[in-house]
Each structure stands twice: as structure tokens, then as C-alpha cells.
């Protein structure tokens, strides 16, 4: 890749961090507690494309956080015709966000490749979760160490793809578009909006070849020092 790249900002969610298998411990934890009679297997197949929905929403600002905690476990419950109050969804959304940073599984070559990249880049982090959820994970992940700078969505005041939230992070930063590149799994969010901002991208594609983009991909972290 061009010599001039001297940041690196990364997604955190299913780029770093392995939601899907955090998730899932976070939410198994909580049935158990709360003895909800439903099987994750069940749970997490109907749930997952309803929170991606939810948070495609959130993103483009049609909801805002509290509609997205209750909404996706309420639409999710729903349509597993399993009769849940409103008091326990609220109380079942707010432990899972309490349990979510307690499991933390990290991708692949996380670590050995984020070391080694410290070394020639500054590292940075862009995501749209919410703060306070973003900074534990980052902590008790133990990758914290790694980054110069970290933005949430909610600190910058908008969401990826909208420009201003890399404009925000690359002044965090001191950074210029044209020496930055951006890491991460969601085509529109990550790769599309940096890439309109000014910035270079590569798609982490972990299923491999399921995305359409035409750019450079990398279904492995440690691929990424095959490009720069």
C-alpha cells in the first residue's frame, strides 16, 4: 500500500472485538439468571438480523439508543411467541450490557498483529457502539495500550458513515485523510465512509467473499501486513 499511511484507525465490533461469540456467552448468562425459557440457538438465529436492522436504523438516526436496547429484544421475543413484560426486557437489555464487556474474545492474530503495527503506525479506533460499553471492552480486552486515540460515535455527535465522525477522529488524531487508513467489517459504515472522506480502507471480510466491494479485503487480521 502508499508509503504516506502514518495512521491506522480500526473498527472495534467484528473487526477486533468478536461480538457475535461475546454476545452470545453475554446472553446465555442473563437467560440463565433471569430463567428465560427460550435456547440460544433459537434466540440468537432470530435475533441477530433484527439487531443488524436495528442498528442500520440507528446509524442512519431513525432511533435513537434506548429504542434500540428495547426494540430489538421486544421484536425478538415477538417473534419467538414467547411472552416477555416490558419490565423484564428493560431489565434483561440493561444486564446485557453489563455482561457484554465481561467476555472478551478477540479475532484471530489480534494482538501479535496490533504489536507489531504499534511499532510503525500510529493506531486509532473508530466505532459507533456505545461508550461506555466501548471503553470496557477495549480495557478488558487488554488491547487499550495499542491505540493513540479512541471515538465513539457518541462523542463525535454522529454516526460512520457521516463525515463528520472521521473528521473528528483523523482531528483527534492530527491526522490528514490522505495518511490514514481505515480497518473494518461494514461496507457502508466503515470502508465506503472513509473512503469518501479522503481515506484509504480495507474490508475485513471474516465469512470470506461475501461482500461485493471491489477493493482490497482481508479475511484475517494479519493479512492487513501483507498490505503496508
Known amino acids: 500500500m502508499e508509503k504516506d499511511i502514518k495512521h491506522i484507525f ?3 465490533d467484528h ?3 468478536d461480538f457475535e461469540r461475546n454476545s452470545s456467552l453475554a446472553f446465555q448468562e442473563i437467560f440463565e439468571k433471569h430463567q428465560v425459557p427460550v435456547k440460544i440457538e433459537d434466540f440468537l438465529k432470530t435475533y441477530i438480523p433484527i439487531n443488524d436492522s436495528y442498528w442500520a436504523d440507528y446509524r442512519k438516526d431513525k432511533i435513537n439508543k434506548e429504542n434500540l436496547r428495547y426494540g430489538r429484544l421486544f421484536d425478538t421475543f415477538q417473534a419467538l411467541n414467547i411472552n ?3 419490565k423484564q426486557i428493560d431489565l434483561l ?3 446485557y450490557i453489563s455482561h457484554l464487556p465481561k467476555n472478551n474474545y478477540l479475532f484471530e492474530d489480534v494482538h501479535s498483529t496490533l504489536s507489531y503495527l504499534q511499532q510503525k503506525y500510529f493506531l486509532h479506533v473508530i466505532t459507533n457502539g ?3 460499553v466501548q471503553v ?3 480495557k478488558n480486552s487488554k488491547i487499550e495500550n495499542y491505540f493513540s486515540t479512541v471515538t465513539t460515535s457518541e462523542e463525535a455527535g454522529v454516526k460512520k458513515p457521516h463525515p463528520d465522525v472521521f473528521k473528528f477522529a483523523l482531528d483527534k488524531a492530527k491526522a490528514l485523510p490522505a495518511e490514514s487508513l481505515m480497518i473494518g467489517d461494514n461496507l457502508e459504515a466503515d470502508i465506503l465512509g472513509a473512503e469518501n472522506f479522503g481515506m484509504k480502507a480495507v474490508l475485513f471480510d471474516k465469512a470470506v467473499n461475501t461482500s461485493t466491494y471491489s477493493g482490497r479485503k482481508i479475511n484475517k487480521l494479519k ?3 501483507e498490505f503496508i
Do not use: N
Open 10 to 12: 480500526f473498527d472495534l
Open 15 to 17: 473487526t477486533l472485538w
Open 84 to 86: 416477555v413484560e416490558r
Open 93 to 95: 437489555s440493561e444486564d
Open 130 to 132: 456505545f461508550s461506555e
Open 136 to 138: 470496557l471492552k477495549l
Open 223 to 225: 493479512q492487513l501486513l
